[in-house]
């Protein structure tokens, strides 16, 4: 699976809250330490709580990662409905069978042009 493809069924998933998609991605690979099926059980736990909280779809921002993986590929999820920053996650590839999709701690310093708070 390419790059492209990892963050394009990741985006899907997370812009409809659809955990049902991750079942596109590669049965053998691992993700941030975590089988498919592992994967799959995290996020429907992770989708469900947004869901309990009036979270019905979000849309992203493309960012990157300035902490723990520099330069890596990383998103920010808003909510779809009122743009309240919801999440920040790592989306990146780091080999042939390893994908990184990580909740994003990092806190880049904000600006004027840029008050999020990821």
Known sequence: ?????????????????????????????????????????????????FKSKGITSLHSKFS?????????????????VNQEPIVRYIVTKENDTSFILRLCSNNPESTEQNRQPF
């Open 64 to 80: 990157t990662c300035n902490g723990c993986y520099p330069k890596a590929k990383a998103y920010e999820f808003f909510n779809s």
């Open 1 to 49: 699976m390419t790059q492209q493809e990892f963050e394009n069924i990741i985006l899907k998933a997370f812009l409809k809250l659809d955990v049902s998609l991750f079942e596109k991605l590669d049965d053998d690979a691992m993700y941030y330490y975590l089988t498919k099926e592992e994967l799959i059980e995290e996020f429907t736990i992770i989708f469900n709580d």
